[in-house]
């Protein structure tokens, strides 16, 4: 999935899961990266932490995710069969034990509700203490991008990611935000350099990340205030007049644009240069909402193919626009839609709850202009039904 | 008054041809036999259909119109297995159809026939005619089916095509003339029709039937088959689609 998505290099996942370790330790391996059917793969893992905070961490060598989970079994009781175990350490400890292991760690998904960094710790420095200056990323999550995470002066300095968040391999997960990182080296030392805090102050700088590609956050799905039984979203004020209890009995989750609102405080002209955040969704998604189908459906997964086919892999249609113009002529009603997500000129109703949100990439104009008939959801020149009595 | 005894099949056979047109309809009886003529609300499609007396095991009617839900009746014949004998009965005076098998009766009141309205058959010159068996053209639209929602129908001196193209690929049956039962045609002629309605049609052919088709350029299909061991005759009509 990772090369038809067009993926160089991707994080491993579990890498603390004793089988995963065992599997990944059987492929080669070359200057901090295993290499699977020509894509990198770094050691990673995502952990929660004694406050259920998520944290992501990187390991150069098997060696030292063994010397970290020698380190850490007291404190865990589920780290031999969860993916994401818990290990009960505060941020600053976890962090600690991470260095100790020559490992990069940052918050994961730092906004959202419950399990990110901010709304539990209400700080990176509360979080991670006499480390904090040795973080050097946070992870925006699905739910937040650029614009919303800059005007926060603690976040100065910090890289930002767009990751996936994937936990599998589906194309709907993998890739469905990545970053595009420029580096001397395909090697662990060089992403580590690109990971350091300051990292993308100096655009001459040789390793730094130089553009993020994510939903738009308001896909996401805690991306407003939202109850999250009937997932009815509500302002920040009428959530705390309700006690955060939803009038169907079930609790409001605060939304993570009122959750930057608050950490907020920044003006415009202070804000830091940051790399663009372009908005991308994964094409299955597109091709379920261009031709009114399920994104899981064998006919999306035919489409996604017969893309693949024309353009070599996914990411290309949104980072490079020529491969576009290789699809335009089979596929114009996805081109189009590509089109409208670059220029803003699609339709949101925002996520919020648990919910996600839900974007109509194309308008009812444009699918007349393709297709003669607004309310079809094919896309295809059908042309005009005649009547039998006009003969 | 009416008194019909008939296998299931000659009774399921009439109902899968009207409902691909239309739910209720005007049966015309006479005491030769039945004749069905109505258009969908859209007019898109018409069936014409008559089917002789010979097609049933007893068969006695007067000169009568009944409105029914071919739905209703539908549901009705699904109970019974296959060669069962279905008996429908109208007295003189009522406005109700007794429809009895086995041991079952069901009593199913009758539809105003006013708003039954026959249509005109449409006066048409179709220049191009095949005959081909109807199980080539089911295969046809099976493959056809999750590709678009529309077919094109072309004819010329040499061969009949049925083929539709988008986004996901495309299907296409040709058909060469040695392999048609019949093709008459002087300049190649090409039509394209919604695909909803002519796979319910075609669908509405047993397998082992042979299918005639009229064509014209961008004008509607005539399909003629056979129903009921030959005492049956079906006409469709189904206009076009006609790019702007």
Redesign the interface.
């Known amino acids: 999935m990772a090369r038809k998505k067009g993926l160089d290099l991707i994080g491993s996942g579990d890498c603390l899961h004793p089988g995963v370790l065992r599997e990944i330790s059987k492929l080669p391996i070359s200057d901090g990266l295993f290499e699977y059917n020509g894509i990198s793969i770094v050691l990673q893992c995502e952990v929660e932490d004694i406050n259920r905070a998520h944290h992501i961490i990187l390991f150069p060598l098997i060696s030292e995710v063994e010397g970290f989970r020698e380190a850490v079994r007291n404190n865990t009781n589920d780290m031999e069969y969860e993916g994401r175990p818990t290990i009960n350490l505060f941020g600053s400890e976890l962090a600690e034990l991470v260095h100790r292991y020559h490992g990069i760690i940052g918050p994961a998904h730092i906004f959202t509700p419950h399990t990110g960094t901010l709304p539990l710790y209400g700080s990176l420095e509360n979080c991670y203490g006499d480390q904090l200056n040795r973080i050097g990323f946070v992870e925006l999550g699905l739910s937040a991008d650029t614009a919303l995470a800059n005007p926060m002066s603690q976040l100065a300095g910090l890289n930002f990611l767009s990751n996936s968040d994937a936990h599998s391999p589906s194309p709907r997960r993998m890739g469905r935000e990545f970053n595009i990182i420029q580096l001397d080296k395909l090697s662990f030392e060089s992403l580590r350099r690109s990971l350091e805090r300051n990292a993308g102050d100096d655009p001459n700088a040789t390793n730094r990340i130089i553009a993020n590609y994510g939903l738009p956050p308001e896909k996401g799905r805690y991306h407003l205030t939202g109850c999250s039984s009937c997932h009815v979203k509500f302002t920040w004020d009428d959530a705390r007049k309700q006690r955060m209890r939803c009038p169907c009995g079930g609790r409001i989750k605060r939304g993570i644009r009122d959750i930057c609102g608050q950490h907020r405080d920044l003006e415009n002209g202070e804000l830091p240069e940051r790399p663009l955040y372009h908005y991308i969704i994964p094409l299955v998604d597109i091709i379920g909402d261009v ?1 009114e189908i399920s994104p899981d459906s064998s ?1 999306a997964s ?2 996604f193919d ?1 893309i693949l086919v024309l353009c070599g892999n996914e990411l290309s249609l949104f980072v490079t626009k020529e491969k576009r113009e290789l699809i335009r002529e ?2 114009p ?2 081109s189009l839609a590509l089109d409208n997500l670059d220029s803003g000129k699609f339709e949101t109703i925002p996520g919020g709850g648990g919910e996600y949100g839900k974007i109509k990439l194309l308008s009812d104009q444009d699918r007349a202009l393709l297709c ?1 008939n607004v309310n ?1 959801g ?14 | 008054m009416l008194h019909i005894v008939g296998k299931v099949e000659t009774f399921r056979e009439l109902v899968d041809v009207v409902l691909t047109v239309v739910e209720e309809v005007k049966l015309v009886f006479n005491p030769e036999g039945i004749r069905i003529r109505t258009v969908d609300p859209a007019h898109i499609a018409m069936v014409d259909l008559t089917l002789g007396k010979e097609a049933f095991e007893k068969y006695e009617a007067d000169e009568m119109e009944v409105g029914l839900s071919m739905n209703k009746f539908s549901k009705v014949l699904s109970l019974a297995e296959a060669g069962t004998e279905i008996t429908l009965k109208i007295a003189n005076e009522t406005n109700e159809v007794v429809i009895t098998f086995g041991n079952l009766e069901r009593k199913m009141i009758l539809i105003d026939t006013a708003n039954l309205t026959e249509p005109k058959m449409p006066d048409l010159k179709l220049p191009a005619t095949i005959t081909v068996q109807a199980h080539e053209v089911r295969q046809a639209i099976k493959i056809s089916m999750d590709i678009t929602d529309y077919i094109s129908i072309s004819v010329d001196e040499n061969r009949f095509i049925l083929e539709n193209s988008g986004d996901t690929g495309s299907a296409k049956l040709e058909l060469l003339k040695e392999k048609l039962e019949e093709l008459e045609c002087e300049s190649p002629i090409t039509s394209m029709f919604a695909l909803d309605y002519f796979s319910k049609m075609i669908k509405s052919i047993k397998k082992s039937e042979l299918v005639r088709m009229h064509l014209g350029n961008a004008y509607p299909i005539k399909v003629e088959f056979t129903i009921a061991g030959q005492n049956g005759m079906v006409t469709y009509l189904l206009a076009p689609r006609i790019e702007s």
């Open positions: 031709y006919k035919d489409i017969e089979r596929f009603s996805v003669g079809s094919r896309l295809e020149p059908t042309g005009e039904q005649k009547s039998l009595f006009e003969f």
